[in-house]
């Protein structure tokens, strides 16, 4: 089977790491991929938004599978794309269609969803330009911490969390009144604050039966103790502590059944992974937000721990029969960590030399904002640049093995936080 996988970070190295373990797969395709998914195969650079290139790719190398890793070619529809074309209908596409994609596309539509189908999750209202008034006077109705969240996509910089109603307001009017994030912000959610712990669980469906991946929890704060500016993530460890199994029937009867019931409902065909970012409230999951796809660098965690083959996952959940397929997990502790530019997540310089990466043993090194030069020099070319993910037979000694090997590798400013799982 020839696959085009589509995106170029951490999550997309690790499930090229993954897909090549698989006696299924013939040729792997990475676009536009980074210094790291060119060992596993053959890095090209497509314009996804281009579908006639796509398309005369897809058909000139045979490509039977596409896995779309980010969320933007989800909710802008290119899974719609490829099978509604004559020619490339016959591919199978992992990864949900447009309108499936709006769970993550559109926090206010996602809420409406939960709404509807009685999923647990934070009272919240929406509000635009023209009600900003509004919202203002829900502000100052309701207890801080005040949440605000931008309805659309916004790289992960979308959800501010402030304790002073003036800022709260001040960073509510930038939102909306200023466009600070653009179409994104074109309508702003305020939401109830629940205090709990966080994790994020995984689930691969067909749209009628699903397969749970391992549960991981991930930290987006820059700074130790979670202090500073969010990010992309810093990393993530896997299995949860937290995650019992009373806690998980609780997840599966009250947000992933109902999800997938509601999803049935609304003739919304669903294929592809669904993450339901969580916080555990009093022993009760509520949902925080759906993403459409894996996150990162959740992904550096929990696809080292599936032990059954990726692809023949992929293609059950293509061929709607998901239900055949038995999942293995390993029951081994996995810890991931983030090397990041210095400055991230504000301003940073890419092309700074990396070395060391030959000196790595202990751990897998994916590569996320990674590219290589003339000289075959691996370089820096993102905020987050790699991630190193361990097992061990506890958590402390997945992260003992991670850490010891962060040290190994250099580069200009880099940096990553030495407190990853301080919380479980």
Sequence with gaps: MNVLLIGSGGREH?????????????????????????????NVSLDWRNFKELKAFLLLEEISMVVIGPEDPLVEGLHDQIISDKQTQHIFVIGPKKLAAKLEGSKDFAKEFMQKYAIPTAIYKSFTKETMDQGIRFLED????????????????????????????????????????????????????????????????????????????????????????????????SPVSFADETFMKKVETRIIQPTLNGLINEKIDYSGFLFFGLIKVNGNPFVIEYNVRLGDPETESIIPRLETDLLELFQATAEKRLDEIPIQISNQFVSSIILVSGGYPGDYEKNKLISGLNLVKECLVFHAG?????NQEILTNGGRVLALTAFGSSKQEALAKVYAEAEKIHFEGKYFRKDIGFDL
């Design 14 to 42: 690790t499930l090229a790491w993954k897909l090549t373990q698989s006696s299924k797969l013939s040729k792997l395709f990475i676009s536009p991929g980074n210094a790291g998914t060119s060992m596993h195969g053959k």
């Design 142 to 237: 309701i207890k801080s911490p005040y949440v605000l969240k931008a309805d659309g996509l916004a790289a992960g910089k979308g959800v501010v969390i402030l304790d002073d109603l003036d800022q709260a307001i001040a960073e509510f009017s930038a939102m909306l009144k200023d466009e600070k994030f653009g179409e994104a912000s074109k309508t702003v959610l305020i939401e109830e604050f629940l205090s709990g712990i966080e994790c994020s669980v995984f689930a691969l469906t067909d749209g009628k039966t699903y397969k749970l991946f391992p549960v991981a929890k991930d930290y987006k704060r820059v700074g130790e103790g979670d202090t500073g500016l969010n990010t992309g993530g810093m990393g993530s460890v």
């Design 370 to 374: 990674t590219k290589q030069n003339e």
